[in-house]
């Protein structure tokens, strides 16, 4: 009898144990997921693959930096304007070809930087526009809540910024005579001018005197993620994996 009762007694331990080592994995698991947000208008950095999901260099590159935190990154495609205010809340991170600006700083912390990029113009084929007082009352198309936005909006005299969700939203806007220029990122710029290659051309940014940016990931103020994501940066950059990314996704120019 004694024997069977402690054969019983071992047996609830062991169930108890496993439902507690169960439920212990489990809450590991949880923490063990990074919501990274985007937004997969931007190529080459963010884009939709063939089977519908985000795709392109910085989806590649978080996945990377998860692999090496040992956490699950699961990408959530927004809109770029919602990023910023969804870091801490919505999403755990965000990375989105997000250029490091002091009022970005005010709610959010950023890695290390990991690309720089600049402005760049596009605009119909046949446009004269080569400076920067060739921007004078003009009528720009720009991403909302972008650099280039803020740009359009504060720095040049008399310009009216039209602002789109989608960047290729404010290229078709040009095609259709609706906006005289567009200002976007360098290497999205350089994509768009391929696809409508018969209707615009893209002008450097450095003829505008426009300022280099630094690309980072995004996260909550003051989280110890901030560390963590810097470190992998540096063993992905030092093991080859970010040049190899840098290769697949954006070409030779770094
Ligand atoms: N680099 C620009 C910014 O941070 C544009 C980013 C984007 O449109 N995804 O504002």
Known sequence: MKKIL???LAMVMC????????DTAADTDAKDVLIVGTNAEFPPFEYLGDDGNPDGFDIALIKAVGEKLGMEVKIENMEFNSLVA??????????????????RLQSVDFSDPYYDAYQYVIVPVDSTIASFDDLTGKKIGCQLGTTGFFIADEDIEGAEAVGYNKGVDAVNDLINGRVELVIIDKNPAMVFGEKFSDKVKVVDGAQFGFEVEQYAIALPKGSELVQKVNGALKELKADGTFDALVAEYIGGDK
């Open 6 to 8: 402690a054969m019983l």
């Open 15 to 22: 169930m108890a144990c496993l439902t507690a080592c169960g």
């Open 86 to 103: 969804a870091i801490g809340t919505k999403i755990d991170a965000s990375i989105a070809g997000m250029t490091i600006t002091e009022e």
